[in-house]
Structure formats: structure tokens, C-alpha cells
T-cell receptor, first 115, second 114 residues
Framework: EADIYQTPRYLVIGTGKKITLECSQT?????MYWYQQDPGMELHLIHY???????EKGDLSSESTVSRIRTEHFPLTLESARPSHTSQYLC??????????????FGPGTRLTVT | AQKVTQAQTEISVVEKEDVTLDCVYE???????LFWYKQPPSGELVFLIR??????QNEISGRYSWNFQKSTSSFNFTITASQVVDSAVYFC???????????FGTGTRLQVFP
């Protein structure tokens, strides 16, 4: 069972507010990811990290930013939330290296609603 | 370019029926990995299986089985004797060996009615 945590699970916030979605894993995984999942179910990669001080943008352009100061922690920040940011955000991690470790393990997600 | 197609958007079955979820992929790499994930109503994605491109052996795990056929670029998932708890969205995904990205299909929503 994966040990990856996301908080909050649900968040309703007004337009213009700054928010940070937390993601932590206790598996010592080097690689971490953020996905955005729209109501039509499709998952889009918005950020990823190969390790401490490494962050890259994903395939879907996002106004959010991420940081990776510690291996276990990969928070996502929105400086000014807008209704278009309403979505589910899923964090994932995986171990680097051998082929047997290619699966990503996902957290429970944060469902964000911006009013 | 990588692509994963799950043509079935939604499937409804009655409990105890067998159901097969289709997955077709595209890749130019000879080394790649295929995955299935389950997303129950609670929202998290649960890893089910990983298959390497060089291993076409089919796999069975309880009521779940997977059929990998490179000749048709398919990696189908069958649930035997479905149960209400199988109701979820199921995603097929592809990763090439030289990238770190999972390419997901659009998912198939399975509803199992009692």
C-alpha cells in the first residue's frame, strides 16, 4: 500500500485567494508528479520533479507553481485562484531507477472548488 | 507519439457478468510499460498491474485478468463475475522507457448493478 498523503481532501475557496495543496510521501521516492483531472475524467500532467530542487512543467499548461525542497514534500501553489482552477488535483510518486519500479503511486487527491 | 485509447466511455453490467475493458496504445519505442489503474468514487488512483513490452504473458489475479497482445497493440482487462465493488473508473496508461511520463487513456466508467 502506498504511503502518499494529500491535504486538504476538499477545499472551497473564493476567487483571488492564494492556496497551497500539500503532498507528502514516506516511501523515499525521488520522482513526484501533479496531475489535474477534469470532470470528464481525463488526467493531465501539470508538474513533475526528479528530486530535490528539480521541478519541470508538464504537458498541460498550468498557472500553478511547485517546489521540492525536501524529498518527501511536493506542494503545489496557486497565487490567485480562479473558477477555471476548479478541478481534482492528484499527486503521485515513484522510485527512480530499475524498471520494476516504474509504477506511480497516487495520493487520495484534493478536490478544489473556486467560487 | 504516444497515445492510449479507451474507446468504451461507460459500461454497465449486472453483478456476476464478465466484462472486458479495452485498451489500445500507440508507441514507436520497442521498450515500454503498460498499466491499469482503478479510480473508485473516493477519488484515488489504485495501481492494478504493470506489464513490460517484452513480456507478453497474460496474467490472472483472482477475478482480474489481463491480455497483452503486441500484434494488435492492445492490453485488455477482464473482470470475471463482476461485483458491485468493481464499480469505478478504470484507466489504462503507457510509459516509454526513456521518459518519466505516464500517458493515460480517457478512462472507462464501469457500473456494476446488483
Amino acid at each position: 500500500e502506498a504511503d502518499i498523503y494529500q491535504t486538504p481532501r476538499y477545499l472551497v475557496i473564493g476567487t483571488g485567494k492564494k492556496i497551497t495543496l500539500e503532498c507528502s510521501q514516506t516511501m523515499g521516492h525521488d520522482k513526484m508528479y501533479w496531475y489535474q483531472q477534469d470532470p470528464g475524467m481525463e488526467l493531465h500532467l501539470i508538474h513533475y520533479s526528479y528530486g530535490v530542487n528539480s521541478t519541470e512543467k508538464g504537458d498541460l499548461s498550468s498557472e500553478s507553481t511547485v517546489s521540492r525542497i525536501r524529498t518527501e514534500h511536493f506542494p503545489l501553489t496557486l497565487e490567485s485562484a480562479r473558477p477555471s482552477h476548479t478541478s481534482q488535483y492528484l499527486c503521485a510518486s515513484r522510485k527512480a531507477g530499475t524498471a520494476s519500479s516504474y509504477e506511480q503511486y497516487f495520493g487520495p487527491g484534493t478536490r478544489l472548488t473556486v467560487t | 507519439a504516444q497515445k492510449v485509447t479507451q474507446a468504451q466511455t461507460e459500461i454497465s453490467v449486472v453483478e456476476k457478468e464478465d466484462v472486458t475493458l479495452d485498451c489500445v496504445y500507440e508507441t514507436r519505442d520497442t521498450t515500454y510499460y503498460l498499466f491499469w489503474y482503478k479510480q473508485p468514487p473516493s477519488g484515488e488512483l489504485v495501481f492494478l498491474i504493470r506489464r513490460n513490452s517484452f513480456d507478453e504473458q497474460n496474467e490472472i489475479s483472482g477475478r482480474y485478468s489481463w491480455n497483452f497482445q503486441k500484434s494488435t497493440s492492445s492490453f485488455n482487462f477482464t473482470i470475471t463475475a463482476s461485483q458491485v465493488v468493481d464499480s469505478a473508473v478504470y484507466f489504462c496508461a503507457l510509459s516509454e522507457a526513456n521518459t518519466d511520463k505516464l500517458i493515460f487513456g480517457t478512462g472507462t466508467r464501469l457500473q456494476v448493478f446488483p
